[in-house]
């Protein structure tokens, strides 16, 4: 069954630092999002990708956040000088046009 | 603002025991309703959905639900719960069929004894 993947399982960064992670969705599917899920909290929309562009973003997705698809299999979130708040469970997820999300394993961060 | 709320955050259940779990969420317009399970471990998989039809919905697993629209209410049954029923369970909104963004409530946690 295809699915989701997402890398690394788990990156602790300090603060202020850079990171990039990393989501390779379901081949056939043309929507592309990231969510979180800071520790005993709700999941969280950021920001939904469609056709090369941002198609949705949340209040939570501001100038510190930004997506990219390089090379037509990656997606991924890049978070400019983290912050410890950023410290949470990230989720890619991908769809078709009109069906449901299909979500990854999360990545782990850990901001120190 | 617009929300999803998941009213019972720990249920404890012993198996064979019927299960019902309350989602609410208030917006007036179009919606569509989703449940989601994440098993522990691994990621949030669809149980079921809803976009239209029968607001009687039947997932995977045996799981079900019902969307009343009078109530603003989309619950999550299943007759007859099994050990490996344990998981947290979330509920989701794409609130306005023009959006792809879900909106999850705060899940609930299901804990099912043999």
């Known amino acids: 069954e295809p699915e989701v993947t997402q890398t690394p399982s788990h990156q602790v960064t300090q603060m202020g630092q850079e990171v990039i992670l990393r989501c390779v969705p379901i081949s056939n599917h043309l929507y592309f999002y990231w969510y979180r899920q800071i520790l005993g909290q709700k999941v969280e929309f950021l920001v939904s990708?469609?056709?090369?562009?941002?198609?949705?973003k949340s209040e939570i997705f501001d100038d510190q956040f930004s997506v990219e698809r390089p090379d037509g299999s990656n997606f991924t979130l890049k978070i400019r000088s983290t912050k410890l708040e950023d410290s949470a469970m990230y989720f890619c997820a991908s769809s078709e046009v009109e069906t449901e999300a299909f979500f990854g394993q999360g990545t782990r961060l850990t901001v120190v | 603002a617009q929300s999803v709320s998941q009213h019972n955050h720990h249920v404890i259940l012993s198996e064979a025991a019927s299960l019902e779990l309350g989602c609410n969420y208030s917006y007036g317009g179009t919606v569509n309703l989703f449940w989601y399970v994440q098993y522990p471990g691994q990621h949030l998989q669809l149980l079921l959905k809803y976009f239209s039809g029968d607001p009687l919905v039947k997932g995977i697993k045996g799981f079900e639900a019902e969307f009343i629209k009078s109530k603003f209410s989309f619950n999550l049954r299943k007759p007859s719960v099994q050990w490996s029923d344990t998981a947290e369970y979330f509920c989701a909104v794409i609130l306005d069929t023009g959006r792809r963004a879900l909106t999850f409530g705060s899940g609930t946690r299901l804990q099912v004894q043999p």
């Open positions: 990708f469609y056709n090369n562009e941002i198609s949705e």
